[in-house]
């Protein structure tokens, strides 16, 4: 029997590499902020910061190479807690939460506050219900853990069936913002940035899997908080601030709310269940910034939680990467750190969103004729558009960017444009950490679960390999196809990934360690039912045919998959003794991995058949 260390060949210089990263980074904005002020030109101040990071995030994935299965898939299982969760803490909901959420806070205020609750939530029910025990299986994907788990094949294939839809929806949807992002920074329009992030994705991947993959995460991870903190604090510092807003802007929140109550800017109450999110575009502002429930009914805030949070938890993008840590008390350890840096941005997203309002506040009213050089700063950049009617500023003429509005702060503030630019890298960043993530994800299903699925040995190492290898780069350039040829808005996909996640796969991976009368057939049921049923949901309500917003899919979903689950295991016959004893060897921390033990046994089984 077999056991892995807890400290297996830790690197102990990993803080020394990527200090020497987060250097050479900072170092890199310094450079280009003294370029800029001898009069060098945006276009090369921008294509030098977005070379100069992707050149060094592609060196370190081209480094992690690797030809061993475990290390492929798994990152050699030996990631240390704290880096394995700041990758998780960015990659989880990428640019897009960063950038349209930010967005999102700025125009409809406390309103969008759910996305950290339920991704916070969503980190804790993983660490106490799902990821130690998946990191004891170590399956290297979700859809093997079930196959294996209810030794059945066609759980297996099913569930990588439809776990492939929420994974491909998250692609495109970081690619559409990485793609803006690099936009913003090429200006070269968005086939050609599509293109690059595409390249940046597959190249990334196609060398060293999950452990290319973790070591890339944390330096995207450290340039895209670098890309958040240090525009917001300088700026906090022009204010009068201290150098850490996130804890000291009360003050600047409090006068907001007195100047929107001078403006009367309007105070709304949503029903219940009503949802009215920012749209993709330019759009004014419409409510008060902490006037609660004004954008988001009660109910549908509860929900919208909830549906995060059983998204977040039960993602193929997320949940796997547990398994690349030394053991199972790393595993817990992991989600605590990813918690801790997942919170800190979602309050930097805040904290720029409430800044915004702020130089807002101080627009609405002044004549439209001679507006605020900041504001003229905005409508050069293309990231605000006013509105002729009237003499007077109004918050109904400004119209802002939903997805840029990070990338407007250093603007209002009168920063130098590198600063800018130090945003819309760090947009990048995030969408190629979460975009390797969803890709390699969803390229270890199609290989392991679809093209292999119906063999439970695996085949040599060399075609296991091939397969993946190849499966990364037709399903980044797949991604990149949607999100070039699509229209959807990014939030939206990504809030429809989340809501098919939490209803296909959160009820059963549940139950699968917590319920042992579970069986394959009722397994199948509950993912099944559960992907129709929201499936069904959001195209309902997406036609108007129901009065529910989309992203509340899971709402309906999630009860009819574990009705599902449970009446039919229980109509049907008790589980075999093989997945009692499963269940219970999962259980246990310590011991032998079992994907590893059940690997070997089909090994010993298939030589004695032969």
Not at 416 to 437: D, I, Q, R, T, W
Not at 485 to 496: F, H, Q, V
Request: aromatic share 8%.
């Amino acid at each position: 029997m077999t056991f892995t260390p807890r400290a297996r060949f830790i690197n102990p210089r990993l803080g020394i590499y990527f200090g020497i990263f987060a250097s050479a980074f900072c170092a890199l904005v310094l450079i280009l902020l003294m370029l800029e002020q001898m009069g060098i030109s945006r276009g090369i101040l921008g294509l030098t910061m977005l070379v100069g990071a992707l050149s060094a995030l592609l060196t370190i994935s081209v480094a992690s190479s690797t030809n061993d299965a475990l290390d492929f898939f798994a990152a050699g299982r030996r990631v240390p807690a704290v880096y394995c969760g700041v990758g998780l803490a960015v990659s989880t909901l990428g640019a897009t939460g960063i950038a349209c959420m930010t967005g999102a806070f700025f125009i409809i205020g406390f309103d969008a506050f759910w996305l950290l609750s339920g991704g916070l939530a969503g980190f804790v029910i993983m660490a106490v219900l799902l990821a130690p025990f998946f990191r004891k299986f170590g399956a290297f994907t979700l859809p093997t853990y079930l196959g294996r788990r209810f030794d059945s094949r066609n759980v297996r294939i099913a569930s990588a069936a439809l776990l492939a839809v929420p994974t491909l929806l998250m692609i495109a949807a970081e690619v559409s913002i990485g793609a803006a992002a690099i936009d913003r920074l090429l200006g070269q329009g968005k086939p050609l940035a599509v293109a690059v992030m595409v390249m940046a994705v597959a190249c990334g991947l196609v060398f060293g899997g999950m452990r290319a993959l973790t070591w890339s995460s944390v330096a995207t991870s450290v340039a895209a908080i670098l890309a958040l903190v240090v525009p917001i604090s300088v700026v906090a510092v022009l204010l009068g601030y201290l150098p850490m807003p996130q804890l000291s802007h009360g003050p600047l929140i409090r006068a907001v709310g007195r100047s929107e109550a001078l403006a009367a800017v309007p105070i709304f109450i949503q029903s219940p269940l009503g949802i009215d999110l920012p749209q993709d575009g330019f759009q004014a502002v419409a409510k008060r910034f902490y006037e609660p429930f004004g954008a988001v009914g009660p109910l549908a805030y509860t929900f919208a939680m909830l549906t995060t949070m059983m998204g977040v938890a039960a993602a193929p993008w997320v949940l796997p990467r547990v398994a690349t840590t030394p053991g199972v008390y790393e595993a817990r350890k992991t989600l605590g750190w990813a918690s801790f840096f997942f919170g800190g941005i979602m309050i930097t997203a805040i904290t720029i969103a409430a800044f915004m309002r702020h130089f807002l506040m101080e627009a609405v009213g002044g004549s439209i004729a001679a507006p605020p050089e900041w504001l003229r700063n905005l409508i050069s950049a293309r990231l605000v558009e006013v509105n002729s009617r009237g003499n007077l500023l109004e918050m109904s003429n400004i119209l802002f960017d939903r997805d840029t509005t990070i990338l407007a702060l250093p603007y209002a503030a009168g920063l130098p444009e590198v600063f800018a630019f130090l945003a819309a890298v760090g947009l990048v960043a995030a969408a190629f950490a979460a975009a390797s993530a969803a890709t390699l994800a969803l390229a270890g299903t199609l290989s392991e679960d679809i093209i292999n699925g119906l063999d439970w040995q695996p085949p040599a190492t060399k075609l296991r390999l091939g397969v993946a290898r190849l499966m990364i780069i037709l399903v980044a350039i797949f991604g990149g196809l949607i999100a070039l040829l699509a229209k959807g808005d990014a939030l939206k996909l990504l809030l429809w990934a989340l809501a098919l996640t939490a209803s296909t796969g959160f009820p059963v991976l549940v139950a699968s360690i917590w319920w042992k009368r579970i069986n394959q057939f009722g397994a199948l049921a509950g993912i099944v039912t559960g992907f129709s049923v929201a499936v069904l949901v959001i195209l309902a309500a997406e036609a108007e045919l129901i009065a529910l917003h989309s992203a509340l899919a899971a709402v309906v979903a999630v009860p009819a998959g574990i009705a599902a689950l449970i009446s039919v295991s229980k109509m049907t016959l008790a589980p075999s003794r093989h997945s009692l004893e499963l269940v219970r060897d999962v259980r246990v921390p310590g011991g032998e991995i079992l994907y590893d033990r059940e690997t070997r046994m089909q090994r010993q089984k298939d030589r004695r058949r032969n």
